[in-house]
């Protein structure tokens, strides 16, 4: 089978094999899902009755088949996914969900590159910060799996009759509250990972002025590259680190804060990014290949690059203005008379 055969068929027959199961009515309905730095072709699956369904990869799915597994057996697989997933989804108020009012309290911030995401991003509210896009989401609860949440739209936004500017502005004082910054220098990281609690015992209890690296992200660590947008984020990382800092995208879900010390400049930075990006981070989780800046005295984010050419710029300025002015004063022949 060609791959639209194959996701004719399966559609129908998952339908009927969840059917046979549940003894419920489902519908099956196929469409392009757009995620996060990637789409895919997906097989949404719901009972006839109800107003949550759950996607089935089909590109996945017919990967399988390609590699040689049995027909039979990724119907059964899509079929036992679909139920489990319909199963134990979180227990979520549909009444609720269409009362803005009554959803705002769960607003969330998250941050994702805007060129990664081009075709989601012309579909949803969102506001460009530099080459990322901030993107809301309702955070509707947990499962076994982790946390479910909900990408607002602009269909959304129209059936709730707000603006995007009303929602960013309730998603800034919300975010915060659902999910709480967090600043930790590496070194106390890296204890953590290692289940370790007093620093002292790896050498890692470096005092907070020499802390040459420090981790930005939420409780819980999902999605925590969202703080980029917190409003106050910028000042408080600025307090903990002692000044300036670079910020490096690790990832989705946090995001890496170096002092500007002199010690780094923008080119390694980047190159850094560039790598772990390229062998080390899945494509779904990764930000962005650039750097960003933080200027603590004239309280301005942006791109790395155009914070040096800020600086450059500035020191042309100062060098001319220097200049001018000398060139302006008046000097004194050999005989004391002003030219």
Known sequence: MNYEEFKEKLAKDVK?????????????????VEKMNDSYEALTVKETDGEIGVNLNVDSLYAAYEDGTAYEDVVDKAATMAGDALSNRPEFDVEAFKDYEKMKDKLAIEVVSAERNQGMLETVPHKSVEDMAVVYRFVVGGTPEGVGSILITNQMLDIYGISADQLHEDALKNAPEIRPLVIKGMGEVLAAQMGVEDLEMLGL???????????????????????????????????????????????????????????????????????????????????????????????????????????????????????????????????????
């Open 16 to 32: 009927e094999q969840l059917e046979k199961d549940t003894g419920k009515e489902f519908e099956v309905e196929a469409r392009n």
């Open 205 to 339: 209890n470096i005092p907070p002025e020499q802390e040459q690296m420090f981790v930005a992200s939420v409780e819980g660590n999902v999605h925590g590259a969202g703080v980029l947008a917190y409003q106050n984020f910028m000042d408080q990382a600025a307090d903990r680190v002692g000044g300036s800092f670079f910020i490096l995208p690790s990832s989705i879900h946090e995001v890496l804060i170096i002092p500007d010390n002199g010690k780094f400049d923008t080119a390694s930075l980047e190159n850094m990014v560039k790598e772990v990006n390229a062998t080390t981070v899945d494509p779904s989780d990764q930000l962005t290949d650039s750097v960003y800046h933080y200027d603590a005295d004239a309280k301005v984010f942006e791109l790395a690059e155009k914070y040096e050419d800020r600086i450059k710029d500035k020191e042309v300025d100062i060098k001319k203005g220097t200049l001018e002015h000398a060139a302006s004063k008046p000097h004194r022949d050999r005989g004391g008379e002003a030219i």
